[in-house]
């Protein structure tokens, strides 16, 4: 059974940094993306990062130049490295992984990390 397992929410001052890191077990396969949602209070989950297999790399434009993902391969985990947080990055952060099986995606999510950025 795949679990996800986050670290690293907090509470920070703007312009502060964090380091979110998700960990995944129960996996025998390479995940094809791994990647960072997060949800505000009100609002509906959204992509803030993702990062393939092959590396390649997508952000929300929210946070491109401030957050940084990063993957270990051998390891099966991701690192998010945010800096320059702002108050409306305050949310739960959610880590996700996907795989591609015989054209189906399955997905798993972790349980969420707050993240509480004050001004």
């Known amino acids: 059974q795949v679990q996800l397992v986050e670290s690293g929410g907090g509470l920070v001052q703007a312009g502060g940094s964090l380091r979110l890191s998700c960990a995944a077990s129960?996996?025998?396969?390479?995940?094809?993306?791994m990647g960072w949602y997060r949800q505000a209070p009100g609002k509906q989950r959204e992509l803030v990062a993702t990062i393939t297999r092959t590396r390649n790399t997508n952000y929300a434009d929210s946070v491109k130049g401030r957050f940084t993902i990063s993957r270990d391969y051998a390891k099966n985990s991701i690192d998010l490295q945010m800096n320059s947080l702002k108050p409306e990055d305050t949310a739960v952060y959610y880590c996700?992984?996907?795989?591609?099986?015989?054209?189906?995606?399955?997905?798993?999510w972790g349980q969420g990390t707050q993240v509480t950025v004050s001004s």
């Open positions: 996700n992984a996907g795989v591609l099986t015989m054209a189906t995606w399955r997905h798993y």
């Open positions: 129960g996996s025998s396969f390479s995940f094809n993306t």
